[in-house]
């Protein structure tokens, strides 16, 4: 199943980290280390296998033993190496191919994992040279199926090294983007969004909230000295844990992407409503309409993510019905007067705080997609009553799962109209309508106050056949 995200995830808690790494002394435990910071770089490697493996970055860090083991400052520079790894993955390969005669063998693969892991010490965190290339050896000499790569190892991370910053920068923004996914980029928003696109996911994105009081947006931009942006979001930078942020425990706010907070208020006013908020989870959209006044059933087919839902709404001591059901199997007990289907995807729009997406997802992936996201919009429409309106969107910035499968389900079914969107229903971001009338958000917007996630959406009703 594809992936859909909402509440964005905060860094855990953690000391400060400097570029060096964690300071030196005794590991988590007491336990004393040969080479100071070792533990966090094993960390990081298990991390990068994992996702190698196919995990998600956010299941892979909450899975990993060598991670988890860690705390404080060694956690947060795992986690830092980790993602810049990740996040500048096509550029590291470049430059370490350059220095490798011919590919490394498959079973090599942890090589090359080691190698990434030194890379991105050194030109994106810009760890010294000495602590970053002796314990990639250090690393290598731990297993015997990388121990006579040491040499080599030390080697090409030395050359690297001695190449600077600047190979790395040089390079287009694309090259850290798989060609299929550039593709579809370039060819619905073409070259020069493309670029700025691929160069907004280079960066590391802020944390944003929603105020569940409307009225009190601008007192907590005061209270917890955030920006607010023009969509009403609060945006904060340097937050490792926002739990301990002052109104997260009574519930006063959410963590939620500017650009994911803009859907639910499409609906337009749903106070009283009935309103159908499907594949709900996390939560962020069944807050905000049940803070909105309306009477909301939250459908999910994932019991873990639901009840995550449901902490979310005891938090806030908000209300929502929850069901846990495949929606192409369930029927609601009546029609709604709105629908909100967040539709599973390859949420290739929230790659500036998933930097793992781009090696995970396939053309295949949305493929299938596409196929289920027609299926549930297919399926909506029969929960609604006429002249209700249906708010389709997705975290994704490929054009089959947004615009395509708009144009689609318009031309599959005659009393399906669209409701075009006004330039005031974006929330202030500039170029966010398009000229058929949808939403489309794009990480580059806003990129001189932090960017935000790419999200689609498109605004129906269906006529009474």
Same mark, same amino acid.
């Given at each position: 199943?594809?992936?859909?995200?909402?509440?964005?995830?905060?860094?855990?808690?953690?000391?400060?980290?400097?570029?060096?790494?964690?300071?030196?002394?005794?590991?988590?435990?007491?336990?004393?280390?040969?080479?100071?910071?070792?533990?966090?770089?094993?960390?990081?490697?298990?991390?990068?296998?994992?996702?190698?493996?196919?995990?998600?970055?956010?299941?892979?860090?909450?899975?990993?033993?060598?991670?988890?083991?860690? /705390?404080?400052? !060694? #956690?947060?520079? *795992?986690?830092?190496?980790?993602?810049? %790894? =990740? +996040?500048? @993955? &096509?550029?590291? $390969?470049?430059?370490?191919?350059?220095?490798?005669?011919?590919?490394?063998?498959?079973?090599?693969?942890?090589?090359?994992?080691?190698?990434?892991?030194?890379?991105?010490?050194?030109?994106?965190?810009?760890?010294?040279?000495?602590?970053?290339?002796?314990?990639?050896?250090?690393?290598?000499?731990?297993?015997?199926?990388?121990?006579?790569?040491?040499?080599?190892?030390?080697?090409?991370?030395?050359?690297?090294?001695?190449?600077?910053?600047?190979?790395?920068?040089?390079?287009?923004?694309?090259?850290?983007?798989?060609?299929?996914?550039?593709?579809?980029?370039?060819?619905?928003?073409?070259?020069?969004?493309?670029?700025?696109?691929?160069?907004?996911?280079?960066?590391?994105?802020?944390?944003?909230?929603?105020?569940?009081?409307?009225?009190?947006?601008? /007192?907590?931009? !005061? #209270?917890?000295? *955030?920006?607010?942006?023009?969509?009403? %979001? =609060? +945006?904060? @930078? &340097?937050?490792? $844990?926002?739990?301990?942020?002052?109104?997260?425990?009574?519930?006063?706010?959410?963590?939620?992407?500017?650009?994911?907070?803009?859907?639910?208020?499409?609906?337009?006013?749903?106070?009283?409503?009935?309103?159908?908020?499907?594949?709900?989870?996390?939560?962020?959209?069944?807050?905000?309409?049940?803070?909105?006044?309306?009477?909301?059933?939250?459908?999910?087919?994932?019991?873990?993510?639901?009840?995550?839902?449901?902490?979310?709404?005891?938090?806030?001591?908000?209300?929502?019905?929850?069901?846990?059901?495949?929606?192409?199997?369930?029927?609601?007990?009546?029609?709604?007067?709105?629908?909100?289907?967040?539709?599973?995807?390859?949420?290739?729009?929230?790659?500036?705080?998933?930097?793992?997406?781009?090696?995970?997802?396939?053309?295949?992936?949305?493929?299938?997609?596409?196929?289920?996201? *027609?299926?549930?919009?297919?399926?909506?429409?029969?929960?609604?009553?006429?002249?209700?309106?249906?708010?389709?969107?997705?975290?994704?910035?490929?054009?089959?799962?947004?615009?395509?499968?708009?144009?689609?389900?318009?031309?599959?079914?005659?009393?399906?109209?669209?409701?075009?969107?006004?330039?005031?229903?974006?929330?202030?971001?500039?170029?966010?309508?398009?000229?058929?009338?949808?939403?489309?958000?794009?990480?580059?917007?806003?990129?001189?106050?932090?960017?935000?996630?790419?999200?689609?959406?498109?605004?129906?009703?269906?006529?009474?056949?």
């Amino acid at each position: 199943m594809g992936k859909k995200t909402d509440n964005q995830t905060p860094a855990p808690a953690s000391a400060s980290v400097t570029a060096a790494g964690p300071a030196a002394g005794p590991a988590a435990g007491g336990r004393p280390e040969a080479k100071a910071g070792l533990d966090a770089r094993r960390g990081a490697l298990e991390v990068l296998e994992r996702v190698r493996g196919g995990e998600p970055l956010d299941e892979a860090l909450g899975r990993s033993g060598a991670f988890t083991a860690l /705390e404080g400052s !060694d #956690r947060a520079f *795992a986690r830092a190496m980790a993602s810049a %790894a =990740l +996040r500048r @993955r &096509g550029g590291l $390969d470049h430059l370490i191919g350059a220095y490798i005669d011919r590919p490394l063998p498959k079973k090599a693969a942890r090589v090359m994992d080691i190698l990434r892991l030194a890379s991105a010490q050194l030109l994106v965190l810009k760890t010294p040279d000495h602590a970053a290339v002796s314990t990639a050896v250090d690393l290598a000499g731990e297993r015997r199926e990388t121990a006579g790569y040491a040499r080599l190892i030390n080697a090409v991370a030395r050359k690297i090294a001695r190449g600077g910053t600047a190979a790395l920068d040089q390079l287009p923004a694309r090259i850290d983007t798989p060609g299929w996914m550039w593709r579809g980029w370039e060819r619905n928003f073409g070259p020069v969004k493309a670029r700025a696109i691929a160069a907004a996911h280079r960066e590391d994105p802020p944390l944003d909230i929603v105020v569940k009081d409307a009225s009190a947006v601008r /007192e907590w931009a !005061d #209270r917890l000295q *955030a920006e607010q942006l023009p969509t009403g %979001a =609060l +945006r904060l @930078r &340097g937050v490792s $844990d926002v739990t301990v942020l002052e109104g997260f425990a009574e519930g006063a706010w959410w963590v939620q992407d500017a650009a994911a907070a803009l859907p639910a208020r499409l609906l337009g006013d749903v106070a009283g409503k009935r309103v159908l908020d499907l594949c709900a989870a996390p939560g962020g959209k069944t807050m905000q309409l049940a803070a909105a006044g309306a009477n909301v059933t939250a459908v999910d087919i994932s019991a873990p993510r639901l009840e995550r839902v449901r902490e979310n709404l005891a938090r806030t001591k908000l209300r929502a019905d929850l069901v846990e059901a495949d929606l192409l199997k369930w029927s609601p007990d009546e029609k709604a007067d709105a629908i909100l289907l967040d539709a599973p995807c390859t949420a290739t729009g929230t790659i500036r705080r998933h930097p793992d997406l781009p090696w995970l997802k396939t053309e295949d992936d949305v493929r299938a997609l596409s196929a289920l996201q *027609a299926r549930m919009i297919d399926r909506a429409m029969t929960f609604l009553k006429p002249g209700g309106i249906l708010l389709y969107c997705v975290c994704s910035l490929q054009p089959e799962e947004g615009e395509a499968q708009a144009k689609n389900a318009l031309a599959r079914h005659d009393n399906l109209r669209r409701l075009p969107l006004s330039a005031d229903e974006a929330g202030g971001v500039d170029g966010a309508v398009t000229r058929d009338g949808d939403l489309r958000t794009l990480p580059s917007m806003l990129a001189e106050r932090g960017g935000m996630d790419g999200f689609f959406a498109a605004r129906f009703t269906v006529d009474a056949n």
